[in-house]
């Protein structure tokens, strides 16, 4: 089970979007949320990263060792 024990909280992009308390989802798409972090915290966190993360992947591929600015990461 991808190294997540039951009960653990995670965070992850559902295939179709949305939020929710419980879901049903592929263990390789989790991502470990620590206890601290409330979770709509989480949510947009995961959100907000996994946006530009994907814009980032999508471009040219960039030179080794570049730096970017990610300005204003939302959906």
Do not use: W
Request: aromatic content about 6%; proline content about 7%; hydrophobic content about 45%.
């Amino acid at each position: 089970m991808a190294g997540f024990e039951v009960g653990q909280r995670v965070a992850a992009l559902v295939h179709t979007g949305g939020y929710t308390e419980y879901a049903v989802i592929d263990a390789a798409r989790a991502v470990p949320v620590p206890e601290e972090i409330k979770p709509h915290k989480a949510a947009a966190a995961t959100t907000s990263y996994l946006t530009a993360y994907m814009l980032l992947q999508g471009r040219d591929p960039l030179p080794k060792k570049s730096v970017v600015l990610v300005h204003g990461a939302g959906g």
